[in-house]
């Protein structure tokens, strides 16, 4: 069954190249098409030679092309994935950088918080592009599987002001599920059955089943405690899963940036990450490590080409791209947690939201039922952060600068931090600093 799938934003090495080696692992796709897209004609070049390097040492049928041209590339897709990062690290940097002067210190910076909404206004704009484009020039029900963040931002604002079929994809609830797993000393994954629900990067453990047995909120506590490089690297998270009872999916610097509590004093900051890891919290972690990657990635391109391997079916990943086409193409099912409108699947949060919950996918698509309401402290976290989506999404469609301060101002970690006039003039500083990337707000100066 050849199937054509474009990627966007197709330099990104990592889910580029995981996600197409991934789908090789299935007999069916192997004889797929991907079409790679970027507007980086270098790293276009090293990452489709990279995989066209490892398609032929698999001995497989499949194809890639390359592609500069987004309607051109999207011309008969069945899939198309993307995972463009708007601006690059220049404007990822001024996400990171700008905000710190006023005391804002984030580790991630891709969801909320001054560098998630900043994002958000560069990624929007180009998200509804992209969905025009999927709807004009790919084949007609193609499914559109966004990786990029702000992944809630740029998924709900897909489904208001577009008509492709879009599902958002993260692998933060399969990372927490290993922790879990680790912690209670399972063997494998497939030991431990979670529920989570709620949003994305916000999403909470509501169930977690081990060998049967329904593991309370304690006991998971007392177990990830005794662990200890858990306890080293998870002091947010713990503090969290004491006080709220429910384990967060996501990882101690990501979560912390979250919320108003633990990032909003220097003096306190230290007792709450973990520098050993860009990804336990250290300021601008993500910002660092990706630096240091697209070092790395250059500069030691050849040697990865050389050393470049077959693909085996055992390296499969848990990203849910390959699985959710797989099940689609040959009907075997699949269950994951996935980023849809809400439409009532978590009663007490709103319901044209886009919340990460369990579904399950086959032939006819992804399908999630309901679940019961979240946890009152639960539900409020997500709701604090859905309030701040919805402006900044709104603000990033109209170009609206008073409705970007007001989604500043009530982001959790930034009024914990500044007071409105901060707040007004570092929005400000940001906007002239990312005008390049920010075309809809030059009107509304």
Same mark, same amino acid.
């Given at each position: 069954?050849?199937?054509?799938?474009?990627?966007?934003?197709?330099?990104?090495?990592?889910?580029?190249?995981?996600? *197409?080696?991934?789908?090789?692992?299935?007999?069916?796709?192997?004889?797929?098409?991907?079409?790679?897209?970027?507007?980086?004609?270098?790293?276009?070049?090293?990452?489709?030679?990279?995989?066209?390097?490892?398609?032929?040492?698999?001995?497989?049928?499949?194809?890639?092309?390359?592609?500069?041209?987004?309607?051109?590339?999207?011309?008969?897709?069945?899939?198309? *994935?993307?995972?463009?990062?708007?601006?690059?690290?220049?404007?990822?940097?001024?996400?990171?950088?700008?905000?710190?002067?006023?005391?804002?210190?984030?580790?991630?910076?891709?969801?909320?918080?001054?560098?998630?909404?900043?994002?958000?206004?560069?990624?929007?704009?180009?998200?509804?592009?992209?969905?025009?484009?999927?709807?004009?020039?790919?084949?007609?029900?193609?499914?559109?599987?966004?990786?990029?963040?702000?992944?809630?931002?740029?998924?709900?604002?897909?489904?208001?002001?577009?008509?492709?079929?879009?599902?958002?994809?993260?692998?933060?609830?399969?990372?927490?599920?290993?922790?879990?797993?680790?912690?209670?000393?399972?063997?494998?994954?497939?030991?431990?059955?979670?529920?989570?629900?709620?949003?994305?990067?916000?999403?909470?453990?509501?169930?977690?089943?081990?060998?049967?047995?329904?593991?309370?909120?304690?006991?998971?506590?007392?177990?990830?405690?005794?662990?200890?490089?858990?306890?080293?690297?998870?002091?947010?998270?713990?503090?969290?899963?004491?006080?709220?009872?429910?384990?967060?999916?996501?990882?101690?610097?990501?979560?912390?940036?979250?919320?108003?509590?633990?990032?909003?004093?220097?003096?306190?900051?230290?007792?709450?990450?973990?520098?050993?890891?860009?990804?336990?919290?250290?300021? /601008?972690?993500?910002?660092?490590?990706?630096?240091?990657?697209?070092?790395?990635?250059?500069?030691?391109?050849?040697?990865?080409? %050389?050393?470049?391997?077959?693909?085996?079916?055992?390296?499969?990943?848990?990203?849910?791209?390959?699985?959710?086409?797989?099940?689609?193409?040959? /009907?075997?099912?699949?269950?994951?947690?996935?980023?849809?409108?809400?439409?009532?699947?978590?009663?007490?949060?709103?319901?044209?939201?886009?919340?990460?919950?369990?579904?399950?996918?086959?032939?006819?698509?992804?399908?999630?039922?309901?679940?019961?309401?979240?946890?009152?402290?639960? %539900? %409020?976290?997500?709701? %604090? !952060? *859905?309030?701040?989506?919805?402006?900044?999404?709104?603000?990033?469609?109209? /170009?609206?600068?008073?409705?970007?301060?007001?989604?500043?101002?009530?982001?959790?970690?930034?009024?914990?931090?500044? !007071?409105?006039?901060?707040?007004? !003039?570092?929005?400000?500083?940001?906007?002239?600093?990312?005008?390049?990337?920010?075309?809809?707000?030059?009107?509304?100066?």
């Amino acid at each position: 069954m050849a199937i054509s799938v474009t990627f966007i934003g197709a330099g990104s090495l990592g889910f580029t190249r995981r996600l *197409i080696r991934d789908m090789l692992c299935v007999s069916e796709l192997a004889d797929s098409r991907f079409v790679l897209h970027d507007i980086d004609p270098e790293a276009l070049d090293r990452v489709s030679r990279l995989c066209r390097r490892e398609i032929e040492l698999s001995d497989l049928p499949a194809t890639i092309e390359t592609e500069l041209d987004r309607p051109t590339a999207l011309e008969g897709a069945d899939y198309v *994935i993307n995972c463009a990062r708007i601006g690059g690290l220049d404007a990822f940097a001024s996400d990171i950088e700008i905000p710190l002067r006023y005391g804002v210190d984030q580790c991630v910076g891709d969801t909320i918080c001054a560098g998630g909404i900043m994002y958000g206004q560069r990624s929007i704009p180009k998200m509804l592009e992209f969905c025009h484009d999927v709807v004009a020039c790919a084949k007609p029900g193609a499914l559109l599987l966004n990786y990029a963040n702000p992944m809630a931002m740029n998924t709900w604002a897909a489904l208001d002001y577009s008509d492709a079929d879009v599902v958002g994809l993260c692998h933060g609830v399969q990372g927490g599920h290993r922790l879990i797993a680790k912690a209670l000393g399972a063997e494998s994954v497939t030991e431990v059955e979670i529920v989570a629900a709620g949003i994305n990067h916000q999403t909470w453990y509501l169930s977690i089943v081990h060998r049967g047995r329904e593991v309370e909120a304690d006991e998971l506590l007392a177990a990830m405690r005794a662990d200890p490089e858990i306890a080293r690297r998870e002091p947010v998270r713990l503090d969290v899963l004491e006080r709220f009872g429910y384990f967060s999916t996501e990882s101690n610097g990501h979560l912390s940036e979250y919320l108003p509590w633990y990032r909003k004093r220097g003096d306190e900051i230290e007792g709450w990450i973990d520098r050993e890891r860009w990804i336990d919290g250290r300021t /601008g972690g993500y910002l660092e490590y990706c630096r240091e990657r697209n070092r790395t990635f250059a500069a030691d391109y050849e040697r990865q080409l %050389a050393a470049a391997s077959p693909i085996e079916e055992s390296e499969r990943s848990d990203e849910h791209g390959s699985h959710i086409i797989e099940a689609i193409e040959t /009907g075997r099912p699949y269950r994951g947690h996935f980023n849809v409108r809400n439409d009532g699947a978590i009663p007490n949060l709103p319901p044209d939201c886009v919340v990460e919950v369990p579904g399950y996918v086959d032939r006819h698509g992804i399908n999630v039922g309901q679940l019961n309401d979240l946890p009152l402290a639960c %539900a %409020a976290t997500c709701q %604090a !952060s *859905i309030d701040v989506q919805r402006m900044a999404k709104e603000a990033a469609v109209s /170009g609206d600068r008073e409705l970007l301060r007001l989604a500043m101002l009530h982001d959790p970690l930034v009024g914990a931090v500044c !007071s409105p006039g901060e707040v007004w !003039s570092m929005t400000e500083e940001l906007l002239t600093a990312q005008a390049p990337w920010l075309p809809q707000y030059e009107s509304a100066a």
